[in-house]
């Protein structure tokens, strides 16, 4: 043993080497190399998009009437559909979380199915349904037109209610009941209740929903561009700009514009969130378990949940009739049709996509979050910050900024560009799940594995691997299922060889192929499906298999 | 006990950003001995502890241990093992996994891994538990686990950082029997840090009370208690106890080490 020990003594080293040492040992380098890759593919990107925009294109926009009419039309959708979205959204996660009503399980999946196509699918599903030759409008005999602000708000609480049900339902879940309990026994109305217990608890975690929900709506192309008719969005007229004309430095414009929400939101979101988060539940409430309330909650759960399947169940009405409304015949013309066009090449490009930024996404989260969480030192904040500023750049934003600075170089039009935005766009939120569920491992395990002479890569493959599956399961499907449905981000850098499926649907709109849309849509919404399942699969199996050894 | 000295720390001094977290502490360890440290959080005794394990590295001072310096030496190497409050056990592995993790990593020591693994957790009474996750375990019972973890590599000085403030008093008082057997068995010189008069008076050979970043009396408890060194002590400590006996005294009869009736 001494002999060993005075081995190790290391000989009088020089001061740069210690330092050295030093670096390394804190990661230093790596969070460095990290926090580089992230200025150059999000920063720079953005300062590249601000420098884009020259006077003329700014007096241009200023001078087109239509735009304060835009800027107008935008925050009226937006507030309008937040509104609703978070009512509804707060209704059903408290018929989930707070009452006895059974069906749970299936109605968590059914809620949820929304998240799983793209926003303008949903525009779409508005169209077939109550279009002017839409399902609902012909068997009702109905004579108004679902085009404009009220469309674009019923398309938009459509895309954005299962983020905001998500996110209310996890606030709830962790929500201490011993206050409720100590009002009721001191007979405080449930309406006092709600004021004084409910509200404060409330007030932290809904302004972060009211913000990501917001931003959400406001930033959204699809749904206003099938249901908009003439009632004008900015992110419509960006895209149109782009696309169209492609006019880049207007463009900028429209981007620093819909940039501004959502870095207020970031900005706020951040500062406003519970330091430590450590609310845990001490125990649950009893569950309300009076008959209207249970009514109630059915009543509420039936409804959103018919309006979450009837676009589906357009969709499969429209892709599998021979001619709807004339031959309501089953077929499979469509999905032949469909895949002359070339649609399997597409989900094919879709798929690769989503698997890789799964892959290359949870590895790099994974590192990135083992550096913040398990590694601190100054520099880990600067990692953390940095990480997470991509959930401040709205995908479209992104994606033009993207447009600027790569369309000259030679990734632009291959898979990898998209791959890259993607996984820039996505990273924020499984990169947090990474964080947390790190934080939470217990802190001197690093000091037990020095003690037992175990290295840091060997802990992170025995150890933090194994505890973080769960997590590293949600954040591959969180990925996967993202890339699969935006259309946002990948707008303006598909080419025809990369095309991603998910903006088949607007060309195939645009070519009154409405038919095929749905095909798609449907494609999406069976992958997507497929791999939850299995997602969810995989971690049953391993959760058993972990407690079977 | 022979009078060998175990370890030696000489001159020690650590300081953060702005605080001076030790201020030259000096003492010897004896060979086989019970050794608490006791004092009030914020004194400097974690941070002794890891500079001892080699966990952070001193800004000045020597460690030297069987007369070798090893203040330099990496942790895994200086024949120590550490017990943390919270247990910090690998939650994805069994009570066994948790044992022979360290054995099977090491080439040399890998064959007998199982069999050095199942005989430490077998001394440690928690056979029944071998093939348990740690989450279905007590905390007494993780702390055993813990403790099974750094002895299953023969170490010859064990630290505890303030291994039992997370466990219940009956529990407490059950893990210190078997912390005394495990010293009279495998001959582990032990250092334990605590905040708990009364534990420290339990347990130890010999008590060090630290305060501020320095050390005010290292002595036997007996000796503590016949002549603080100071008002610190006096009411720090033997204050402490006082009342602590004097509220335990309903429910159940302390086993002083000294043996001694305050």
Redo the contacts between chains.
Sequence with gaps: ??S???K???KRSKPYISYLKHITDSGDIAKLIIGFIFVVLVIIPLARMLMHIDASSFNRVLKNVMFPTAVLNSVKVSVIATAITLLIAYLLAFCIERTGIRFKGILNIILILPMLIPSISHGMGLIILLGNNGVITRFLGLRTSIYGLHGIVFGSVMYAFPVAFLMISDVLRYEDCTPYEAAKVLGISGWRQFQSITLPYLRKPMISVIFAIFTMIITDYGVPLMVGGSYITIPVIMYQEVIGQLEFGKGCIYGVILLIPAVVAFIFDFLNKDKGNMSYVSHKLEYNKKKLVNFLSYSICALVSLCTILPIIAFVILGFTKNYPGDLSFTFSNIIKSLDMEADQYLLNSITIALLVSLIGVSLSFFTAYLTARMKSKMSKFLHLIAITSAAVPGIVLGLSYVIVFNQSFIYGTIAILVMVNLIHFFASPYLMMYNSLNK?????E??G?????SRL?MIK??FI??SMTTIFEMSSYFFVNCMMTISAVSFLATMSNKPVALMINQFEAQMQLECAAIVSLAILTVNLLIKALVYFAKKAFLYN??N? | MTNRKKLQILNLEKAYKDKCALDNVSFDVIDGEFLSILGPSGCGKTTLLRIITGLISPDSGRIIKDGTDITKAPPSCRGMGIVFQSYALFENMTVLGNVEYALKIKRATRKHARQKATDIVDQLGLTEHISKKPYELSGGQQQRVAIARTLVLNPDIILFDEPMSALDVSTRLMLRKELKAIQAEFGTTMIYITHDQEEAFALSDRIMVMDEARIVQLDTPDNIIRSPKNNYVRTFVIDNLQAKIDSLANYTVLPLNSGQDL
Excluded: A, F, T
């Design positions: 043993m001494e060993s020990v005075k190790l003594i290391p491992i217990n802190e001197n395990l000091s037990v020095q003690m037992l002479g175990i060997r025995d150890i194994p505890q972990r407690s050894i």
